[in-house]
């Protein structure tokens, strides 16, 4: 009995794990999907003591504000100020890739672990569901006593064991059968209060043999309904994760390209404090001269001062952002990294409109998991009218053993003693109320799914061709911002070569036109890339590796680039099928 309690209480969960690790990869492999979540190496378990746990009032750090300080300080030098905020941006640490992002984003990220473990909770579900569809076996052991006081001061007791063993497998068209084998061990005491004495030890087995079948009601495939929901489900899964990793990729590259924008608007910035500065002491030099006037000597310093505001902002900003960035893949945010300047350049794809959007309409993941559970919802109603038969159910039951305690004493039952029954229920569907309320709510769920699905159908065709149109637009702007770059260089350089024909605000103006031209060449790179990424992922063929990177379609040329540009780029084609 004690070694029945302790394997009981210490259940070995390998088999679970291999079972759910299984499930994965059938799941996966059942979308066409590479990569299925990692086997779980090391489950939570309790840390805290039975204390902590058991508090009921756990303590809070609140102090009041008489133990609190505050330090103050009058220091408003600019100068000064500008050298604490640089100070606060200063960079260290390892060069982190764009690759190596993307690979730890896949093996550390919070939202990928959680994606993970939403996969691994249907594939426990379905786990549970599939063992309830194997033989239950269950025994149970009872340590009896009994008095009884009777007339004539009469006293009978009994003490005794009783060990009941049973199973019950589930039909697969509705019904159960079980069987179940009863033992009991008893020591009977009679007469002890009126002098007599004596004992008897009886054995009796007893063996249950039963079933029951649905013929109308509840019978066929609606009995299995649970398990083929579990199935499905899986199904749905894997598709939800695989198509979660494809916007945990785009996410992460869409934050990348974020840094390093931000890091092109902070050298950009570098650069016009410098040549403000170039200025700024040219014109100091003039007006000591004579050559020029005060205003115009302390209108470029004023402004070199702003510039170099506005670089201690950007670069306070910057570090915010590389810090979030960490936080989106799962990085310690107190370990210092540089961001490599380099990164992915996608070339725009020849896309026909109306063809992206029957690709979409056809490969989207989340449409075909919503096209299947639009048959979900019908299957619900075909369930909800099957609730509307009579029930007409068959049972049976068959008894080996003796119940007479007195004259039987055999721990193994007895063919000659055997009982057998069958029944054939018929239940009248007089009130089926709440069944044909089901039934309508069945039909309401259906007709909300299907304008749900069509509505979700529409968002998507809005979206591939958003993407489409953003593709071309983009593209567009990107042509402009490099225009205006070379036109703002062009000038700058004809300022260098004659300064005296210019004035001060012009000088100002020029500078301030390449900083922005800058930007925005940085800014519509960065748009052109996830236009192109956005219509990968809106039309259903992206496919992201085992190891984070990228999959090319067969044409499709992914090349490297630190300009955000497509000049200057080291491009690898995919191998045309």
């Not at 990220?109 to 249907?122: H, I, M, N, S, V």
């Amino acid at each position: 009995m004690c070694g029945l309690i302790t394997l009981g209480c210490s259940p070995s969960f390998n088999a679970i794990d291999q079972h759910v690790n299984q499930l994965l990869i059938d799941g996966t492999s059942s979308v066409n999907a590479s990569a299925p979540p990692r086997p779980v190496d090391e489950w939570a378990d309790i840390n805290a003591s039975e204390s902590v746990m058991n508090e009921k009032h756990p303590s809070t750090v609140n102090p009041p504000v008489e133990v609190m300080e505050w330090a103050t300080t009058t220091e408003v030098d600019a100068t000064e100020v500008l050298d604490r905020l640089v100070s606060y941006a200063s960079e260290g640490g390892p060069v982190l890739t764009l690759d190596e992002a993307l690979k730890w984003a896949f093996e550390n990220g919070r939202e990928y672990r959680f994606a993970e473990e939403d996969y691994l909770l249907t594939c426990l579900s379905l786990v549970l569901e599939l063992h309830l569809w194997t033989p239950q076996l269950a025994d149970t052991v009872a340590m009896e006593y009994q008095h009884e006081d009777g007339d004539n001061d009469f006293l009978q007791s009994a003490q005794g064991v009783v060990n009941t063993f049973s199973a019950s497998q589930r039909l697969p068209w509705g019904g159960e059968l079980t069987a179940s084998y009863v033992a009991t061990f008893a020591r009977e005491v009679y007469g002890a209060a009126s002098g007599l004495s004596g004992s008897d030890t009886t054995r009796v087995g007893q063996f249950f043999v039963g079933g029951s079948l649905p013929l109308l009601r509840g019978a066929g495939m609606i009995a299995q309904e649970d398990l083929i929901q579990a199935e499905r489900n899986l199904v749905y899964a894997a598709r939800s994760f695989e198509q979660f990793r494809r916007d945990y990729w785009v996410r992460v590259v869409q934050g990348w390209f974020g840094l390093l924008v931000q890091r092109r608007q902070l050298d950009n910035a570098i650069e016009s404090t410098t040549l403000l500065e170039k200025l700024a002491e040219r014109q100091r030099a003039l007006y000591d001269a004579g050559r020029a006037r005060l205003y115009d000597a302390a209108e470029a310093e004023n402004r070199a001062l702003q510039e170099r505001s506005r670089v201690a902002g950007l670069q306070e900003s910057y570090r915010l952002a590389v810090d979030r960035f960490k936080l989106l893949i799962n990085m310690p945010i107190e370990n210092p990294i540089a961001i490599d300047q380099y990164t992915i350049a996608i070339d725009p794809p020849v896309v026909d409109l109306d063809q992206a959007v029957e690709v979409a309409m056809r490969q989207r993941l989340d449409l075909q998991t919503e096209r299947n559970r639009l048959v979900d919802d019908q299957r619900g109603v075909r369930n909800a009218l099957n609730g509307l038969l009579p029930d007409l159910d068959l049972a049976g039951e068959m008894r080996l053993g003796s119940n007479d305690t007195f004259y039987y004493d055999a721990v193994l039952p007895s063919v000659e003693d055997m009982d057998a029954e069958a029944s054939l229920t018929l239940g009248l569907p007089l009130d089926r109320q709440a069944e044909r309320i089901a039934v309508r709510q069945a039909q309401i769920a259906l007709e909300r799914g299907r304008r749900a699905f069509r509505r979700q159908r529409d968002e998507a065709a809005i979206q591939v061709r958003t993407s489409v149109r953003d593709i071309d637009a983009n593209l567009f702007s990107l042509d402009i911002q490099r225009r205006n770059v070379d036109i703002a260089r062009v000038n700058i350089e004809s300022i260098d070569a004659d300064p005296d024909s210019y004035t001060v605000l012009d000088q100002l103006s020029a500078i301030q036109s390449l900083q922005q031209a800058q930007n925005g060449h940085a800014q519509a790179f960065q748009s052109v890339q996830e236009a192109i990424l956005k219509y990968l992922n809106t039309t259903g063929q992206m496919r992201i590796s085992n190891d984070a990177a990228l999959v090319p379609l067969p044409g499709m040329v992914i090349g490297s680039t630190s300009s955000l540009s497509y000049q200057q780029t080291v491009s690898s084609a995919a191998d045309v099928h």
